[in-house]
């Protein structure tokens, strides 16, 4: 009876604390809205609502069959005994996702009854989503920089994202959940752990390989070169493992299929580059300036705003101990968590600006990192309503279909603006500027004497 008595009391204090700082946040609306540190009160009253807006969805809106069907076809043939990568396909064309994208899918297979039970996959996916936006708020409450009502937009004001996760059921969510997983991880200096999430998400899908330039740097930085091999081997080792059964049967089936950089994509579906011209679009030599961009992003960016020691970026090669300035654990404070945050997303995002295809389920590849892309850097009051229309105009942009000139001309406009803000938002300070002696009073001195 006394423990009885000991839980409803406890029970009763935090229901009585909760109510106290539900009544001080509508006492305090305006800094509820605008303060970082009422992140964790808004994302969760975000993330009830958002179980109710997939409820809604799944319910009253009418599921769209795109690659569900082929997904389930691809890892039929797996559970039948297929091990030659090149045989597993599906009604769009043959399997090119890495091995994880097998086992994962494979139990949705068996889960939903061999992928028949369509209604069934949806509440897992909404579920996916919840755990995703879960994932994602705790990334933004470590941070502590983008003002919790910018999470209104990100939660229900994108169509685009709940139909990608809900209505259409690709893998892309599933690679950024496990994304986002490891990068909680990172947060808490879980790095092994965090390595072998990072590594499980690209074989789900590749695109999370675009985060491998940042999370390679923040490795270099915290472990230096001799310290981070281990944990580049455990991402290697995984996708030995995974594709074991593959590798065994047609390595190089299996090698070309699961990760092929060269993959040409469809004009048609093409989000980001329907201004060019088809043959343009297709062109080889189109795709190698892309690429070149895209290095030389990544070279100044790792240059003059990954790199913040005054010591040559050389010096990341060495052990931490043994630089001139010895990097701190990461995790320090927010400071050093939005360094990770920062490396991370931005090495995404220059890739995204450079891809030379965005489909409509690829906007899940950095939607979730635009706020803190755009809020990372300090922001006047009068500057927020641009962010928040640059935030609208990308949503506008994805939701056009088929995409225009005009939608992929301003899609490319808005990333050119949030890489102006970045770089220039981002500039470290200028070196204080130390007068140098004057000579004249120790001549005319000299001369008295």
């Known amino acids: 009876r006394k423990h009885g008595t000991e839980r409803r009391g406890g029970a009763a204090m935090a229901a009585g604390r909760g109510a106290a700082a539900l009544r001080r946040a509508w006492r305090e609306r305006r800094a509820a809205l605008l303060e970082p540190s009422y992140t964790p009160l808004v994302a969760a009253c975000l993330c009830l609502a958002e179980g109710g807006v997939n409820l809604w969805v799944i319910r009253r809106v009418p599921y769209t069959e795109i690659d569900w069907k082929a ?96 209505l259409r059921l690709f893998n892309d969510p599933v690679a950024m959940a496990i994304l986002f997983l490891a990068i909680n991880l990172f947060l808490e200096e879980h790095w092994s752990w965090g390595c072998l999430l990072f590594s499980l998400a690209v074989s789900v899908k590749m695109n999370i390989l675009l985060f491998a330039p940042g999370l390679l740097f923040l490795l270099l930085q915290r472990f230096g070169l001799l310290g981070c091999i281990p944990k580049l081997c455990i991402c290697a080792l995984l996708q030995v493992i995974l594709g074991l059964p593959f590798l065994l049967v047609n390595p190089v089936g299996y090698l070309t299929r699961s990760f092929d950089l060269g993959r040409q994509f469809q004009f048609k579906w093409t989000v980001n580059w329907r201004f060019l011209p088809e043959e343009v679009f297709q062109n080889r030599a189109f795709h190698a300036a892309l690429l070149l961009a895209h290095l030389a992003g990544l070279g100044l960016f790792a240059l003059h705003r990954w790199h913040r020691s005054k010591e040559s970026i050389l010096a990341l090669l060495k052990d931490p101990a043994e630089r001139k300035h010895p990097s701190p654990p990461l995790t320090v404070n927010n400071i050093l968590c939005s360094q990770i945050i920062f490396v991370l997303f931005s090495s995404n995002f220059l890739g995204v600006c450079c891809s030379r295809s965005l489909h409509y389920q690829f906007y899940v590849w950095y939607f979730h990192t635009l706020p803190y892309l755009l809020w990372c850097t300090p922001t006047a009051k009068l500057a927020h309503m641009p962010k928040v229309l640059l935030l609208g105009v990308i949503e506008l942009c994805w939701n056009t279909y088929p995409s225009t000139v005009c939608s992929s001309l301003s899609l490319h406009i808005c990333h050119g603006l949030v890489l102006l803000q970045l770089w220039y938002g981002t500039a470290p300070p200028p070196a204080p500027h130390t007068p140098q002696p004057s000579r004249r009073p120790a001549a005319v001195s000299k001369k008295a004497q």
């Open 71 to 166: 997904y389930m076809e691809e890892v039929e043939g797996f559970a039948n005994g297929t091990l030659d990568y090149t045989q597993l396909k599906g009604d769009t064309g043959p399997l090119v996702y890495p091995a994880g994208f097998v086992y994962i899918f494979l139990g949705l297979y068996y889960a939903t009854g061999r992928g028949t039970d369509i209604r069934l996959a949806q509440y897992l996916f909404a579920g996916l989503y919840l755990l995703n936006l879960l994932l994602v708020f705790r990334i933004y409450c470590r941070t502590n920089k983008v003002p919790p009502y910018v999470f209104f937009f990100m939660c229900c004001a994108s169509y685009r994202i709940h139909s990608i996760f809900v």
